[in-house]
């Protein structure tokens, strides 16, 4: 079974940047969804991004509050995958899980927090205006 680890949290001023990782151990994430959620104090986990594949046959999945602002990548080499946050935002502050699932065939389920198994112990990011 996979274990995954995050980093890269912090705490910056609205319109900053942020790069949260995502390691891998155990087992390669090239077989697996992996996704990252949000989860804002004393509120449900909800999608941000999620990516499976590679190389031409690689899709990704944005949520309408991350598109044009975020971008998932994943290098199955290192077996990481990162969330690149541009131009964050009050309503982007949360936890920051990064998660893996198999066996996911559709893009609502790949949207799912419930349909991943695995996850990490999450990221804190802070956005102060």
């Known amino acids: 079974q996979v274990q995954l680890v995050e980093s890269g949290g912090g705490s910056v001023q609205a319109g900053g940047s942020l790069r949260l990782s995502c390691a891998a151990s155990?087992?390669?994430?090239?077989?697996?969804?992996t996704a990252w959620f949000r989860q804002a104090p004393g509120k449900e986990r909800v999608f941000v991004a999620t990516?499976?594949?590679?190389?031409?046959?690689?899709?990704?999945d944005y949520a309408d509050s991350a598109k044009g602002r975020f971008t998932i990548s994943r290098d199955n080499a290192k077996n990481t995958m990162t969330l690149q946050m541009n131009s964050l935002k009050a309503d982007d502050m949360g936890v920051y899980y990064c998660?893996?699932?198999?066996?996911?065939?559709?893009?609502?389920?790949?949207?799912?927090?419930?349909?991943?198994?695995?996850w990490g112990q999450g990221t804190q990011v802070t956005v102060s205006s």
């Open positions: 990516i499976m594949g590679s190389g031409s046959g690689e899709f990704t």
């Open positions: 155990g087992r390669s994430l090239s077989g697996y969804v």
């Open positions: 998660s893996a699932g198999s066996g996911l065939s559709s893009i609502a389920a790949m949207r799912r927090p419930d349909q991943y198994a695995i």
